[in-house]
């Protein structure tokens, strides 16, 4: 027996129990926030949220320090306390995001069906971790790594890939079957990010320019701030202001304005989005930054650069521009032609709206989740 989901998409009428499972660092936390408040409206399944954050505690024990055990540690702790619960809670199925805390669940992924959920590959992360202080090891050492997360994989009852970038890290780089893969990004609630039509009456003022990102060196502001340095020097180039969400230290100077505390979709940083012209990540490393789904949820033409996937959304010539990382002229070059020119802004701006209720709302996709749990239950 199966019902139609408000999605227009069948599930079974079954009622299943679901753990949900969620890494709680960088852009994880958005996603977990967006699931929890999502997924309960499926009606098909009673979800039990599991967060895995990413402290440390003083505790001598052995490989304490590495992400990987310590959350896959956690997650095994977190899921035990559940079945120790008055009354217990046995799920149905698990999800995992990432695989980062799936890896040392194998006796639970042997005994419950299980779905594990990757915004990129070990070895796609791998090959970024100069950007993120990330550091590997010695070959022995990336060999075992390596194996364990094949095991990983290979265990999950099905694989969500954020990206078609990620799915393909999936199937080339671990030999994972392409029909055990679906890609689901981790999109917005597009409704909430809408930008009211009475927004684009009132484009009067400086252009702005809007930055989200609290690594700010990784995230590209660095050269970002330089690049409107150059634009508001030029007097051929209308004034222009640069709009900075990050918690890192930005000195003061005309024309760049920082704004600090504003917390994941927030109604305050929403509001910064909707008063914004560009929304300009200029990343040197990434995967999939949900800030983009967000800025194009909002009807914002998009400027950034070709790392990871950011591709699939960043599309040349329709929902903005890439250009290469590190290069500042080619930045303020391309800032330059979307600030000049408004029409050019509105064209990619709806085009990037029109990809986000296609396939960033994550209203649909969390349904999508659902039905995957569904199928891996059956």
Request: aromatic share 6%; glycine share 6%.
């Amino acid at each position: 027996m199966t019902e139609t989901n408000k999605a227009g998409m069948s599930t079974p009428a079954k009622r299943l129990t679901a753990a949900f499972v969620l890494e709680q660092t960088l852009g994880h936390v958005t996603h977990s926030k967006n699931l929890r408040a999502l997924v309960p409206a499926a009606g098909s399944i009673e979800p039990v949220f599991l967060p895995i954050t990413f402290g440390t505690r003083p505790w001598s024990i052995p490989g304490w320090s590495n992400w990987t055990i310590r959350a896959g540690v956690r997650a095994r702790l977190s899921l035990r306390r559940l079945r120790r619960e008055n009354p217990p809670v046995e799920p149905d199925v698990i999800f995992v995001h990432t695989q980062v805390p799936a890896v040392l669940l194998a006796a639970w992924m042997k005994r419950t069906p299980t779905v594990v959920s990757i915004d990129a590959t070990p070895r796609q992360y791998d090959s970024l971790g100069e950007f993120y202080a990330h550091e590997q090891g010695p070959a022995w050492l990336e060999n075992l790594k390596f194996r364990a997360n094949q095991r990983c994989f290979n265990r999950a009852a099905h694989l969500i890939a954020w990206s078609a970038w990620a799915k393909t890290g999936l199937v080339e780089e671990y030999g994972i079957a392409p029909d055990r893969i679906t890609v689901i990004p981790p999109g917005v609630d597009v409704e909430q990010w809408r930008r009211p039509s009475s927004r684009n009456e009132l484009a009067t003022g400086p252009v702005r320019v809007l930055f989200v990102g609290g690594d700010l060196r990784r995230k590209g502001g660095d050269i970002l701030i330089e690049a409107v340095r150059r634009l508001r020097t030029d007097p051929d180039v209308p004034e222009v202001e640069l709009h900075l969400v990050t918690g890192a230290q930005v000195g003061a100077e005309p024309g760049i304005i920082v704004h600090r505390g504003l917390t994941s979709n927030s109604p305050e940083l929403i509001e910064q989005y909707h008063l914004a012209d560009i929304f300009c990540l200029p990343t040197l490393g990434d995967c999939l930054p949900m800030v983009l789904a967000e800025a194009a949820a909002c009807g914002l033409p998009l400027l950034s650069t070709a790392v990871g996937a950011i591709h699939e959304i960043v599309q040349p010539d329709v929902t903005g521009e890439l250009v290469p990382t590190g290069d500042v002229d080619a930045l303020t070059t391309a800032l330059r032609v979307l600030i000049i020119d408004p029409d050019r802004r509105a064209a990619y701006g709806t085009a990037a709206r029109k990809l986000a209720e296609c396939d960033h709302d994550a209203r649909t996709n969390a349904l999508l989740i659902v039905e995957t749990l569904h199928n891996a239950a059956l």
